[in-house]
């Protein structure tokens, strides 16, 4: 019988130590009846040995020969151009590709008959996908950094503690965006004690936020407390001035908070502005922003840099923190080897790997490439 062999490779982007592959997953894809390669070295940023992956049943190869020889080449990042030169006809790559972003990488890969299979694609509103989906477990990863980092930088007490020299008070922590990674730097700061409000543009996550015991904040204009600002059970499209008055409001509760952790990102795009250089200026000294959505691209924040962080003039400190998983390379790439599993687990079958189009997880994932 047909096995499908993978091979886990090192990662090359400046500043990624994640790995596709932990040892635990290597045991897991064994017993499934695949071969693992792992390319040496790999897993040496999240401090995985390549004896800890020979113990777990993995071959630990060079890289030329894990080219050669598997079936599906596993990464987490997009590749460089030398790894991607390096694909061959037939393989298939796996890993979170960002296609929107790269799609001249993606387009060039297709055309040399490499198939691409993009994590990043993976529709979240499929139940029997959520073990598959990596982004989800990764922004698990970053909020929770993002508000061990906060707390790090700011030069206060996160609780309120009563001591002998008198009471601190509790810090105010602000978190803008209250998805997967939101929701766990709302979690994470509550746990260290501080006094959290979260905002997102959804209602619906008013629930989300106050069962972790944060407040939601509320930022309505006064138009839309009449009688009339409804019709038909829609809500109408606010004015210019209401849209006004609602980014006041919230330019207010930022400059009064002690830590700011933006969270919004869209797939492909630029993130939304949420922070102007005005309301920065406007924040007390000793403030703290942390950009969870800083990228190449841009940020929640002005002016904001991956993995860049600036003390502004007015003594409010800017952290852009856009590779927050990568700081926690070892639960991350855990975390991000299991989404791989339970993908090749779906993906493999009678030891073949299966690119079903008709599948709706896996065309999701190939996003549309040429047949």
Aim: glycine share 8%.
């Amino acid at each position: 019988m047909a096995t499908v062999t993978v091979g886990a490779v090192r990662e090359r982007a400046p500043g990624e130590r994640r790995v596709a592959l932990v040892p635990e997953a290597v045991t897991l894809l064994r017993r499934a009846g695949a071969d693992v390669l792992v390319e040496t070295g790999a897993g040496s940023g999240a401090w995985f040995t390549d004896a800890d992956y020979t113990d777990a049943g993995a071959t630990v190869v060079p890289p030329d020969e894990l080219y050669a020889r598997a079936d599906a080449v596993l990464c987490v990042a997009p590749p460089d151009p030398e790894t991607a030169e390096a694909l061959r006809p037939g393989q298939t790559l796996i890993g979170l590709l960002e296609p929107l972003r790269h799609p001249d990488l993606v387009a060039g890969l297709h055309r040399r008959g490499v198939r691409t299979v993009s994590l990043d694609l993976l529709p979240r509103t499929l139940s029997r996908a959520q073990s598959m989906d990596a982004l989800t477990s990764q922004a698990n990863v970053a909020g929770y950094k993002a508000a061990l980092l906060a707390a790090d930088t700011y030069d206060r007490f996160l609780p309120m503690l009563t001591t002998a020299a008198g009471t601190m008070r509790p810090a105010q922590v602000l978190v803008l965006g209250a998805g997967v990674a939101g929701l766990q730097a709302v979690a994470t700061a509550r746990r260290l004690g501080a006094v959290v409000t979260a905002y997102d543009v959804r209602p619906a996550s008013r629930g989300e936020v106050e069962s972790l015991g944060a407040r939601f904040l509320d930022i309505q204009s006064p138009a839309e407390e009449e009688p009339d600002a409804r019709r038909g059970g829609y809500a109408r499209e606010l004015t210019s001035e209401e849209q006004q008055a609602q980014r006041a409001a919230l330019d207010a509760h930022i400059a009064r908070s002690d830590i700011v952790i933006t969270t919004a990102q869209v797939p492909g795009r630029k993130p939304p502005l949420l922070v102007t250089s005005a309301v920065l200026d406007r924040m007390h000294p000793g403030s703290v922003v942390v950009d969870l959505a800083a990228s190449e691209l841009g940020g929640n924040v002005e002016d904001s840099e991956p993995d860049k962080t600036d003390i502004l003039p007015n003594g409010v400190t800017l952290v852009g923190a856009g590779h927050l998983p990568s700081a926690m390379a070892t639960a991350a790439s855990t975390a991000y080897a299991r989404n791989l599993v339970a993908l090749l687990r779906h993906l493999v079958r009678d030891g073949a790997l299966v690119l079903d189009p008709d599948d709706e997880i896996t065309s999701a994932l190939l996003g549309g490439e040429p047949s």
